[in-house]
């Protein structure tokens, strides 16, 4: 059949030996050339080509009509089937061409950079990158982009409208770094990391934890930290109206709760993080 798609006469030559090879079969009858009374010799030395190279009469052509409907019939099928692939090849070329373009490959990679939020284990190596070795971090821009925070707005606008400029250079400096590295070990609770799962509060870690992770010595530097400033700084959350406890106010700030309407802190854009500014 493959031959035949090339060979169309193949296919009836080949119909026409069938036919005369069936003993049932009636003989067609065969239009002689003109000038040709008959034959000369027996009928089997007539050569079948010749035959065949002549017109087709309607006899033969009933003759041969049951095997060639046959493999005609597988013929149109195949040809069917390659006239559709072409067609649906031809169309998707036409409606994907432009997708394909290397202009549109490169306009999706930028807009998968965009909108692909940063790998949380890389995110994490950055911040863990970020804490001093006595366990605190600094309430840095830097670290306000990892955790989503306005530290401009936070920092050099509310807490200044607090007051906290007038508790003195040192005070200040201990309360942003409390305040920081509260943020970091509730957001390592809140992201359920192994690291946070160490921790039985914002200022204690479980008694006998089944496993020690990598940043286990860090962990256990911050919650030090933290329960050294509360010591010397008590209740600076409530005197700062971040809350009424370090637990909801560093909830509230992270954005993983609403800010209730009484508080202060009402309408401030503290998720949006801006330019990169010192914090003073």
Known sequence: LIESLDAPSSLYCRSLHRALARPDSPQPEFDLPRGHSGFSGSPSTISLTSVIRSKPTRTMRRAVAPDLDEDEEQLHFMKRERNVCARHKISYKRHHADFFSPQASRRLSLISAEALPEEPQHKWTKIFQLQSLDGYWDLSPGLGALINLNVDVFANVFLKNKGICSLGTKAHADILR???????????????????????????????????????????????????????????????????????????????????????????????????????
């Open 178 to 280: 409390m305040v920081a590295t509260l943020l970091v070990l509730q957001l390592l609770r809140l992201e359920e990391l192994d690291e946070g799962k160490l921790l039985q509060s914002l200022f204690r870690l479980k008694e006998s934890p089944q496993f020690r992770p990598e940043r286990w010595e860090q962990m256990k530097k911050a919650v030090d930290w933290v329960c050294w400033a509360d010591q010397q700084y008590p209740c600076i959350c409530s005197r700062l109206e971040l809350g009424l406890s370090w637990e909801s106010s560093t909830r509230q700030l992270l954005g993983f709760d609403s800010i209730p309407p009484f508080s202060p802190l009402i309408g401030l854009d503290l998720q949006m993080t801006t330019s990169a500014v010192p914090v003073y």
